[in-house]
Nanobody, 124 residues
Framework: VQLVESGGGLVQAGDSLRLSCVASGRAFFRYNLGWFRQTPGKEREFVAIITETGRSYKSDSMKERFTISRDNAKNMVYLQMNSLKPEDTAVYYC???????????????????WGQGTQVTVSS
C-alpha cells in the first residue's frame, strides 16, 4: 500500500489541525493504520493506531488531545489534533501494517509502509 499525507502546516499554540492520509492499493480495510512523528535527531515516536475493526490506541501523552479515525470507503485515515502545543512540532508520518496489532505500544519497525511525512509547526 502507498500512503500520502496532507494537512500539515504552521499553526499557533491552542489551535487544531487535521492530518489526512490517503492510501492506494488493495484491501485497505484489512490494514492497521498508524501515525508517528519525528523531530530532528530523535527516533520516530508513536502517536496513534487504528485497527481494521476500528479499535484505536493512542500514546498516553497525546490521547487527551489527538483522535485517530479511518474511512475505508475513501481509503483514508485521519489524525485530529486539538490544543496543539509547541512540543507537537514534528514531521508526522502515516504508516500501515498488515499484521493486526494485539496490544502494547506499536513500534515503527512493526509497520510495512510509510508516507513521505507532513510538517506540523506549532508556534508559541
Amino acid at each position: 500500500v502507498q500512503l500520502v499525507e496532507s494537512g500539515g502546516g504552521l499553526v499557533q499554540a491552542g489551535d487544531s489541525l487535521r492530518l489526512s492520509c490517503v492510501a492506494s492499493g488493495r484491501a485497505f480495510f484489512r490494514y492497521n493504520l498508524g501515525w508517528f512523528r519525528q523531530t530532528p535527531g530523535k527516533e520516530r515516536e508513536f502517536v496513534a493506531i487504528i485497527t481494521e475493526t476500528g479499535r484505536s490506541y493512542k500514546s498516553d501523552s497525546m490521547k487527551e488531545r489527538f483522535t485517530i479515525s479511518r474511512d475505508n470507503a475513501k481509503n483514508m485515515v485521519y489524525l485530529q489534533m486539538n490544543s496543539l502545543k509547541p512540543e507537537d512540532t514534528a514531521v508526522y508520518y502515516c504508516a500501515a501494517r498488515s499484521v493486526t496489532w494485539r496490544g502494547g505500544s506499536p513500534k515503527a519497525a512493526d509497520f510495512d509502509s510509510w508516507g513521505q511525512g507532513t510538517q506540523v509547526t506549532v508556534s508559541s
